[in-house]
């Protein structure tokens, strides 16, 4: 917005851009869903820059201002017209504050992909005037995605060369409760877990509540479908799966949208609302299930694989416990009855 604010007597542009606290998320009318939490962000950026520029394409016109080191140059006037609606800000970030102000193309690159993915249908452009080719023009990557994070997870395991368990992404795309969720999962014939949540595009890379509910609906819902369907074979391997057994060789994507997140830390790497363990899970649980009596084949896979993965836990687990008495055997003080001779005479 470029009107008068009531309260401020200046522009909206200007209070948002230079007034800390100030920002749209704070009326919960303005947003269903957002990822800011204290309308510090754009503030911080001009503050922090010795240049800055805002234009705003609103109302068939252009309207700017400039700014140095957060300061207004001039109130925001209008310099043309236009019929594009829309916000571009252009910053230099100050050098005596930041010891690095090149810009790495991979860490917005990745970013950029990740948005893309997380918010299916949009279009984002990156492009680099730093780069050209031959011809002279800059590097240019578009990023757009149809099939949103059921496309993503195929991207992350095809990244890490996995070899697909099965050819399926098990995609679940409904909402709970006002909260829209969105899980693709994928397992692989590896070894390793890669998980990785959002809540509103952000990354929260400790995971949190929506992980937790994701994990326990995991381990039940396929423990219970192994003990219904595959009995025999696991009462014949004598074994206990547990809930990292099903989670061996996973790939998955957990995105949902929380109008009030609550956030453990200003970093946001950790959810922190009670209420979404039981909403994620209960949503993963009715997917999963459904998938699971629908697809008896890919079903039977993943179990089996499971089996697999308990099997060769409890092999390493055995292998370490040997390891441990050899060397307890190896000691120069043996244990129990094997105890040293304590007696100084030799005859004896």
């Not at 594009?84 to 910053?91: D, K």
């Not at 952000?202 to 192994?226: C, D, M, P, Q, W």
Request: hydrophobic share 30%; glycine share 8%.
């Amino acid at each position: 917005p470029v009107d008068m604010h009531p309260k401020e007597k200046k522009s909206a542009l200007e209070v948002v851009m230079t007034v800390l606290h100030a920002g749209g998320k704070f009326n919960k009318d303005s947003y269903k869903v957002s990822g800011g939490l204290h309308g510090v962000g754009v503030s911080c950026v001009n503050a922090l820059s010795t240049h800055m520029t805002t234009n705003v394409f609103r109302n068939g016109k252009v309207y700017q201002q400039e700014y140095s080191c957060g300061k207004p140059l001039y109130s925001v006037k209008e310099v043309g017209e236009s019929d594009r609606t829309g916000t571009r800000q252009t910053f230099w970030p100050d050098g005596s504050i930041f010891t690095v102000t090149t810009y790495k193309y991979e860490t917005l690159q990745n970013r950029l992909r990740e948005l893309a993915y997380l918010n299916k249908g949009i279009t984002i452009t990156l492009t680099d005037l730093r780069e050209k080719d031959e011809e002279g023009n800059p590097r240019t990557e578009t990023f757009h995605s149809e099939e949103g994070v059921k496309e993503f997870v195929r991207f992350l395991n095809n990244q890490n060369n996995n070899t697909p368990l099965i050819d399926d992404v098990i995609y679940l795309n409904t909402e709970k409760q006002g909260v829209p969720i969105e899980i693709a999962i994928m397992y692989n014939t590896g070894y390793r877990e890669n998980l990785y949540s959002y809540v509103n595009n952000i990354n929260t890379i400790e995971g949190g509540t929506h992980v937790v509910g994701f994990r326990s609906a995991l381990t039940r819902v396929l423990k219970k479908y192994a003990e219904e369907n595959n009995a025999k074979a696991i009462e014949k391997a004598k074994i206990e799966i547990q809930g990292e057994d099903f989670r061996e060789g996973l790939v998955t994507v957990i995105s949902v949208k929380v109008a009030e997140p609550q956030f453990e830390g200003q970093t946001k790497t950790k959810l922190g609302n009670s209420e979404m363990r039981g909403i994620v899970a209960k949503a993963l649980a009715e997917g999963l299930g459904t998938y699971l009596e629908e697809n008896p084949v890919e079903a039977k896979a993943l179990i089996i694989k499971t089996v697999t993965a308990q099997k060769a836990r409890d092999a390493a687990r055995a292998a370490r416990e040997s390891t441990r008495r050899k060397g307890v055997l190896e000691r120069t003080t043996l244990p129990g009855k094997l105890a040293d001779c304590t007696d100084k005479d030799a005859c004896h």
